[in-house]
């Protein structure tokens, strides 16, 4: 199975939250996890946050881009593309989607189109409720 990581489930296993296990368990079982470079962007501008807020530390700073680059090194990286814009700009089928949802959204429909066997790893329930009616395949299940 391919793997769409999205942001919402990066952050809540890079930030160990309840589900962390399961979604790296997941990340591990996929044989090709793809995200979009705005899950970089993401990640990266959350842990950032977390230190200007002292949330965490220099110490867990440098940990958790350390982790995130370790396993991301492994991933291919879907760069935000006309395609991409194109489609993130149109209805989705349960609206309001917020602008870097409605990226993710479409990244998933773009790639879709060349991996049939293409899943969701997502923990955001706004996405996750657009991409059930759009019949994506979701994880965690």
């Known amino acids: 199975m391919t793997l769409y990581a999205e942001t919402s489930a990066v952050l809540h296993w890079l930030f160990g939250e309840a589900d962390a296990l399961a979604l790296l368990d997941h990340l591990r079982a996929a044989n090709k996890v793809v995200a979009s470079r705005l ?3 993401e990640t990266h501008r ?3 946050r977390a230190e200007r807020e002292q949330r965490i530390g220099d110490a867990e700073v440098a940990e958790l881009l350390a982790i995130f680059a ?3 090194a492994h991933w291919a990286v879907l ?3 006309r395609d991409v814009a194109e489609r993130a700009v149109e209805g989705f089928p349960v609206e309001p989607v917020r602008t870097l949802d409605a990226i993710h959204l479409a990244s998933v429909l773009f790639l ?3 991996l049939p066997d293409l899943a969701l790893l997502s ?3 706004r996405v996750r409720r657009n991409a ?3 019949g994506i395949s979701l ?3």
Request: charged share 35%.
């Open 79 to 81: 760069e935000l593309t």
């Open 112 to 114: 879709r189109r060349s």
């Open 123 to 125: 923990t955001d329930e």
């Open 39 to 41: 899950t970089w962007i």
């Open 70 to 72: 370790r396993a991301a």
């Open 132 to 134: 059930a009616r759009l």
């Open 139 to 141: 994880l965690p299940a």
């Open 46 to 48: 959350v842990i950032r």
